[in-house]
């Protein structure tokens, strides 16, 4: 089975950065991805991670570390629009050998003025 | 280009009915996934199709559920008889294989059962 954990809500000013931390436990990793989820909405697929290290995309930055179990997405430059959930889903194989997606319960995340 | 729907957005029914959700996904796209957030909970792997064939149906809950893709292109699951656990928001989701690994989302069909 899989255990991903992430703060269930965090609260950032707008202008500011904020890190969104992402913890793992699984057999069979083969990558990490954070969505974007706004209320009501589809979730919106932001970054994917199966290497080690900093992938960054415009404002947001999303960093793996296989060893640790551990990711974490870096919102940068933050925006009222940045208000939203973030899922953190890990992809692994699992006991019949598919490769499957694992959500987290996500991250609240409401930006201030 | 188009993304994922579903339809219909929204569904209303009674315990014992039967419900059919409709998703069509991004024209191309081989793999196509079903989901389902129960409220305050996390999103949850129901199934996964590659073009016609269920690659993997290990998250569906039970018996209740039939998940069919016939000619590879859109996805229905159905419910029948529905029960009052099964209210929750059914997402479909598709990828392009062939290395592409991440999951375009649909809007979701928000399920209720009275």
């Known amino acids: 089975g899989q255990n991903i954990d992430q703060p269930t809500e965090m609260t950032a000013t707008e202008g500011a950065i904020v890190q969104i931390n992402c913890t793992y436990q699984?057999?069979?990793?083969?990558?990490l991805f954070w969505y974007q989820q706004h209320a009501g909405e589809a979730p919106t697929f932001l970054s994917y991670n199966v290497l080690d290290g900093l992938e960054e995309k415009g404002r947001f930055s999303s960093f793996l570390s296989r060893s640790k179990g551990y990711s974490y997405l870096l919102l940068k430059e933050l925006q009222m629009k940045d208000s939203a959930s973030y899922l953190c889903a890990v992809r692994d194989r699992n006991s019949g050998g598919y490769q499957k997606v694992t959500f987290g319960t996500g991250t609240k995340l409401q930006v201030i003025p | 280009e188009a993304g994922v729907t579903q339809f219909p957005s929204h569904s209303v029914i009674e315990k014992g009915q039967t419900v059919t959700l409709r998703c069509d996904p991004i024209?191309?796209?081989?793999?196509l996934y079903w989901y389902r957030r129960v409220m305050g909970k996390e999103i949850k792997f129901l199934l996964h199709f590659v073009k016609e064939s269920k690659q993997d149906e290990s998250g569906m809950p039970n018996n209740r559920f039939l998940a069919e893709r016939t000619g590879g292109t859109y996805s229905t699951l159905k419910v029948q008889p529905a029960e009052l656990e099964d209210s929750g928001v059914y997402f479909c989701a598709s990828s392009q294989g062939r290395g592409r690994v991440e999951q375009f989302f649909g809007p979701g069909t928000r399920l209720t059962v009275l």
């Open positions: 024209s191309g796209h081989d793999n």
């Open positions: 699984t057999s069979g990793f083969n990558g």
